[in-house]
């Protein structure tokens, strides 16, 4: 196969294995071009792509934004705290607004679940979800996998253990959905009140002691727990939930093998993880963030290809 299956990345539950091994391979290509002197290919000279973010972003904006400009496509960048949308202007009349000058590609955070798919089904440029309240952040479980077969060879039979803020976590569902498509083993950990109910549906296993998921685990992907999507306490200090969740070096060092740390950022350091295993050798926290550039160029030039001239 050479295409994808779908004209939009709204999520991983819309894509299948041979999508995940296309963007994967293609991912490898353009690994391969941003390691060279010269980073930037010609592909997309004839594309332009809108980057619309209606919450705060560091890596993934930034991320977008250099594999954009990596493939050569024209861009122009929204940001809604310094737009008309605080005068009002609503999500379908500022996307149009900005696709009247002929935008053939949309990437877009949202702060509300589903955003992506509702604007799929109202305008026409091809729509890459960034992260949408909730939902998913499909390019963020692309990149985590990618970064997990980089390191230990392939993703089919890994036990992986996504570690905290479940329940408020589009990072959670979608490395679920990505992992559990590739024949990973996928365990959640975190205080009782921050794991969906009915998780088990998804095929994961729910474990409350992080010593024993450590224990069980090839890779700890550690969530940090997310406050402003909160409007009560799901536990009762964070002190109390770092000594319950938190993974430091004394723990690290004394599990009997080598495990990878993954962590999606931002980080809150000494929280959910200390500094001395976010900086350790085991932390491929930096990986992640390089490979998200080829992951990003692979997606964003995979559905370009499908955008009808
Ligand atoms: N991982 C991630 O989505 O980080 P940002 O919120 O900084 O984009």
Request: glycine share 2%.
């Given at each position: 196969m050479n295409e994808l299956s779908v004209n939009h990345l709204l999520g991983i539950k819309y894509l299948n294995q041979a999508d995940i091994d296309l963007i994967f391979k293609t991912a490898d290509h353009f690994k391969e071009v941003i390691n060279r002197?010269?980073?930037?290919?010609?592909?997309?000279?004839d594309i332009t792509i809108a980057n619309l973010f209606f919450e705060n972003s560091t890596r993934t904006r930034l991320s977008f934004e250099l594999a954009e400009k990596r493939l050569s496509a024209d861009i122009i960048n929204f940001s809604s705290s310094s737009s008309s949308v605080s005068k009002g202007e609503t999500l379908i009349d500022t996307v149009n607004n900005i696709l009247?000058?002929?935008?053939?590609m949309v990437v877009m955070r949202h702060p509300n679940p589903g955003a992506g798919i509702f604007l799929s089904k109202h305008i026409e440029a091809s729509i890459i979800n960034a992260g949408d309240g909730t939902h998913e952040h499909p390019t963020q479980a692309l990149l985590d996998s990618y970064s997990i077969r980089e390191k230990?060879?392939?993703?089919?039979g890994k036990k992986v253990v996504i570690v905290g803020d479940?329940?408020?976590s589009r990072v959670a569902l979608s490395n679920i959905f990505a992992l559990k498509l590739q024949g990973a083993e996928v365990k959640v950990c975190g205080p009782k009140t921050l794991i969906p109910k009915h998780?088990?549906?998804?095929g994961v296993t729910v474990e409350f002691n992080l010593r024993k998921a450590l224990d069980w685990c090839d890779v700890a992907n550690m969530l940090r727990v997310q406050n402003e999507r909160m409007?009560?306490?799901?536990?009762?200090s964070t002190r109390e939930y770092t000594q319950q969740f938190g993974l430091n070096k004394a723990i690290l060092d004394s599990l009997n093998k080598e495990i990878i740390i993954m962590h999606p950022g931002p980080i809150n350091r000494g929280v959910e993880i200390t500094s001395d295993v976010a900086d350790s050798?085991?932390?491929?926290i930096l990986d992640q963030v390089q490979n998200g550039v080829a992951i990003r160029m692979a997606v964003i030039y995979l559905l370009a290809s499908k955008i009808k001239p």
């Open positions: 002197p010269i980073k930037k290919v010609p592909s997309l000279r009247s000058m002929k935008v053939d230990l060879g392939e993703v089919k479940i329940l408020h998780i088990e549906s998804l409007e009560i306490s799901y536990f009762p050798s085991q932390a491929i």
